[in-house]
């Protein structure tokens, strides 16, 4: 069922409110949204890649194969504005929490509330698997990502230094 984010939306991640000037569809993805997944990816990360370690870019770029393999296990939700995906988040369940994998919004359509409300039906769907707490890993230079978890009432909980190919991890997470 896919869940609008428009004018008067009320959902699971108040108090992120998307702006009203677009309708945003959040639902989760199919097998015939990975090759438009795959090259969302890639516009996102081959846009951010400066300073980043090559190996890290190049691990969130899958092709088709790799996204299908990710997807075993992690329920995926898709955002589109005029029929066309701008962002992506992944949920895995394990042991009653929920952690959000692989966010990633078009670089066109930011500060717009996709992530806002991808998130809210990322945090919906937690709600409704029983998951106590939903959590995520944002690399201490992706300041961006720091400020939409904070936004969206995530508290920081600490900091895995050097965790990633040499890089700074930050925890935020959020009790449902
Ligand atoms: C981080 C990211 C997902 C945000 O997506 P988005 O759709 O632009 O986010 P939203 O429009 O829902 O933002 C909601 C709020 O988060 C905060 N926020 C988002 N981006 C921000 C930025 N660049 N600077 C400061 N605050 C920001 C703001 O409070 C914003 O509300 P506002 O626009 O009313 O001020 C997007 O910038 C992105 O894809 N970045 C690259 C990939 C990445 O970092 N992924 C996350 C890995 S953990």
Redesign the pocket.
């Known amino acids: 069922m896919p869940s609008e984010h428009g004018p008067g939306r009320d959902d699971a991640a108040s108090p992120?409110?998307?702006?009203p000037t677009e309708t945003i569809v959040v639902e989760r993805i199919t097998h015939q949204d990975v090759p438009a997944i795959c090259g969302l990816f890639k516009k996102?990360?081959e846009g951010?890649k400066t300073g980043l370690p090559s190996e890290l870019v190049k691990s969130w770029q899958p092709s088709p194969l790799e996204f299908t393999s990710w997807m075993e296990g992690v329920t995926y939700f898709a955002a589109r504005r005029d029929g066309r995906i701008v962002?992506v988040v992944g949920c895995e369940l394990d042991q009653g929490s929920v952690q959000?994998l692989?966010?990633?919004?078009?670089?066109d359509?930011?500060?717009?509330?996709?992530?806002?409300?991808?998130?809210a039906s990322a945090l919906d769907w937690a709600k409704r698997s029983e998951a106590l707490e939903a959590w995520?890993?944002?690399?201490t230079r992706?300041?961006?990502?720091s400020?939409?978890?904070?936004?969206?009432g995530f508290a920081e909980s600490g900091v895995l230094h050097k965790h990633q190919w040499r890089e700074d991890v930050r925890l935020f997470e959020r009790m449902l």
């Open positions: 992120a409110v998307a702006k996102v990360w951010e962002g959000l692989d966010l990633a919004v078009d670089p359509a930011r500060r717009h509330g996709v992530a806002s409300s991808l998130l995520a890993e944002v690399l992706f300041s961006a990502a400020a939409l978890f904070a936004h969206l």
